[in-house]
């Protein structure tokens, strides 16, 4: 199985600061990596496919960057809208497909 | 619009057997794969399984193989998630999500189904 080893697992942060999140795989997965929100009590959002494509209507603040076995995630101003979970999920391999422990980004 | 809309929240007790549902509308049901995602209470996301509805074509993770049975009858555009004994550790949200056309995965997703199972 490919592991997904997601980083911070939480952190604090201002409205206006650029945050990145990180995903390194536990082997080679090319590009094939996308990257989604959860609110609370919500189900998922797909904010990125194929490492750094934008998903239509995700705003351009969100950034994906990355191949091979280190993925980005950079939000460069953060807005009130953004404090949520983060998770990676790679589809290079399966089965399993396999998502990264999440990263909670709360207010600072 | 294309819409993933999951059956409603379960209470069972061990034992028991369940089926949840998972019905698509507003594109094509038969031509997209179909995902099921589990989130235990305040945990992360774990990748279940996908399904063909076309032809039933279906991927298990190794972790769910054997204790769940992901199905779809594209007659009727839906994808089910089944068990044939619950127990206490399948309470959690259940996700659908569908993989896009060019088959990148969950590009939607259902509203989930809360399934509690507790004596």
């Known amino acids: 199985d490919v592991q997904m080893t997601q980083s911070p697992s939480s952190l604090s942060a201002s409205v206006g600061d650029r945050v990145t999140i990180t995903c390194r795989a536990s082997?080679?997965?090319?590009?094939?990596l996308g990257w989604y929100q959860q609110k609370p009590g919500r189900a998922p959002k797909r904010l990125i496919y194929?490492?750094?494509t934008l998903q239509s209507g995700v705003p351009s603040r969100f950034t994906g960057s990355g191949s091979g076995t280190e993925f980005t995630l950079t939000i460069s101003s953060l807005q009130p809208e953004d404090f949520a979970t983060y998770y990676c999920?790679?589809?290079?391999?399966?089965?399993?497909?396999?998502f990264g422990q999440g990263t909670k980004v709360e207010i600072k | 619009e294309v819409q993933l809309v999951q059956s409603g929240a379960e209470v069972k007790k061990p034992g028991e057997s369940l089926r949840i549902s998972c019905k698509g509308s507003?594109?094509?049901?038969?031509?997209?794969?179909i995902g099921w995602v589990r989130q235990m209470p305040g945990k992360g996301l774990e990748w279940m399984g996908i399904?063909?509805?076309?032809?039933?074509?279906?991927r298990y993770s190794p972790s769910f193989q054997g204790q769940v049975t992901i199905s779809a009858d594209k007659s009727i555009s839906t994808a089910y998630l089944q068990w044939s004994s619950l127990n206490a550790s399948d309470t959690a949200m259940y996700y659908c999500?569908?993989?896009?056309?060019?088959?990148?995965?969950?590009?939607?997703w259902g509203q989930g189904t809360l399934v509690t199972v507790s004596s």
């Open positions: 194929a490492a750094s």
């Open positions: 082997q080679d997965i090319r590009n094939d």
């Open positions: 999500a569908r993989h896009d056309s060019d088959v990148y995965p969950f590009d939607y």
């Open positions: 507003g594109y094509s049901f038969t031509n997209y794969w």
């Open positions: 399904i063909y509805p076309a032809d039933s074509d279906t």
């Open positions: 999920l790679q589809h290079h391999s399966y089965p399993p497909w396999t």
